[in-house]
């Protein structure tokens, strides 16, 4: 492992996966959740992770490899990844198709994300039993990276079958594209991502049975892709955490006046989230950062929740910032520069050689300021003798 790696992560994301109000134009909220993205690539972050959903109203990208190809053509450098491509949903041929054309049509900024489904309202309209999810989603990744290495495959089973199938379109990346398998507190997820020799994503990091987990989640992965030949590096672990930050605390809690209430309660509804028992915006929002659902603070709330996060890890590759529409689109706007401003730079070591430099110029005094003023002082008074000189000796001849 890295040393560095230990102190922080020196690679940054967002991720929109995406929690929207209701209420507000679709095509305006597509836009607004682009428009981040466009924001975050200008501003240095590393990655754009979007999420698959297809019922609740509230994450309305059915698609994230559809919404990867608009972001793609609106930025520059920022890999774009799905977080997740649901599996089941899919046949691993066609869904391998799409990511390698994403790939080309990105030029080699695309990666992958393997995930069962969020929502068992969507595995309901697909006639899925939910309780299958994870075992088709281990049958379907195993397609998908044979395929992307180059393999043909053949293989039947009770929902696919694939005779010869091969991929026209082999990635741009060499010798794929990153691929990645999301997880919180179970132990199928690093699994999953050893036996493939696959990264992977934690969500929800800070919660206290996920925090607890990541202890023992990479030593999985690597007995795991040990045993099946593979080889992984933390490089390629990813943890995350639902995050809105302000100049101020005060700030960031006035922002969540917007959406919080409204979103988390949904969440409560639908997810592995438990029911708030809390009444009125600020108890709801002191439960959620006591139990470590949420960062809400300042630039130094998140920099603190990172660093307890390496240290309980051991190291990780990427910080991912879960955007939710807590705040409005100006609020989360601030987020992410905020986030670029003073946390990147932070664990990128971009701040303290700045600093080094400014406490080495400045502590250089003498009695009129700094030896650097003095010595400019004074050249600007020879070179303004020297002329003085020339003209008065020219003047003399």
Request: proline fraction near 5%.
């Amino acid at each position: 492992m890295s040393p560095s790696l230990a102190q922080g992560p020196s690679r940054f994301g967002i991720f929109l996966p995406p929690f929207h109000k209701m209420g507000i134009g679709p095509t305006v909220l597509l836009e607004q959740d682009l428009a981040l993205i466009e924001l975050a690539d200008r501003l240095g972050f590393q990655e754009a992770w979007v999420g698959e959903h297809h019922s609740g109203g509230r994450e309305p990208i059915g698609s994230p490899e559809l919404f990867l190809a608009a972001a793609a053509q609106r930025t520059k450098n920022i890999m774009l990844g799905t977080a997740v491509n649901s599996l089941p949903y899919h046949n691993p041929f066609t869904l391998a198709s799409r990511l390698t054309l994403l790939d080309h049509l990105s030029h080699g900024r695309a990666m992958m994300g393997f995930g069962p489904g969020q929502l068992a309202s969507d595995a309901h309209m697909l006639g899925i039993d939910a309780s299958r999810l994870r075992d088709m989603m281990l049958e379907s990744g195993e397609v998908i990276v044979r395929l992307m290495e180059g393999e043909a495959v053949t293989k039947s089973t009770d929902w696919f079958t694939l005779q010869d199938a091969h991929l026209q379109l082999q990635p741009y990346q060499l010798p794929r594209m990153e691929l990645v398998v999301a997880a919180v507190a179970s132990p199928s997820g690093p699994r999953t991502a050893g036996r493939l020799g696959l990264g992977m994503i934690n969500l929800a990091a800070l919660t206290s049975a996920a925090f607890e987990a990541l202890q023992h989640h990479w030593s999985i992965l690597e007995t795991e892709a040990a045993e099946a030949g593979r080889q992984v590096s933390r490089e390629q672990w990813r943890l995350s955490a639902i995050t809105h930050i302000a100049e101020t605390v005060e700030q960031a809690r006035a922002d969540c006046e917007y959406g919080f209430e409204e979103i988390w309660r949904y969440l409560g509804d639908i997810s592995s989230l438990p029911l708030s028992s809390a009444t009125g915006l600020d108890a709801m929002l002191d439960e959620a950062i006591d139990a470590g659902f949420i960062v809400l603070g300042t630039p130094d709330t998140l920099i603190d929740a990172i660093r307890r996060l390496a240290d309980q890890s051991g190291g990780f590759g990427t910080f991912v910032v879960t955007l939710s529409d807590f705040g409005d689109f100006r609020a989360r706007t601030r987020c992410i520069e905020l986030v670029a401003e003073y946390v990147i730079p932070e664990f990128r070591g971009q701040l303290q050689p700045l600093q080094a430099s400014h406490d080495w110029v400045m502590g250089a005094k003498d009695e009129v300021g700094t030896i650097w003023k003095t010595q400019t002082v004074d050249a600007i008074a020879a070179a303004t003798q020297e002329y003085e000189a020339e003209r008065e000796a020219k003047a003399r001849s």
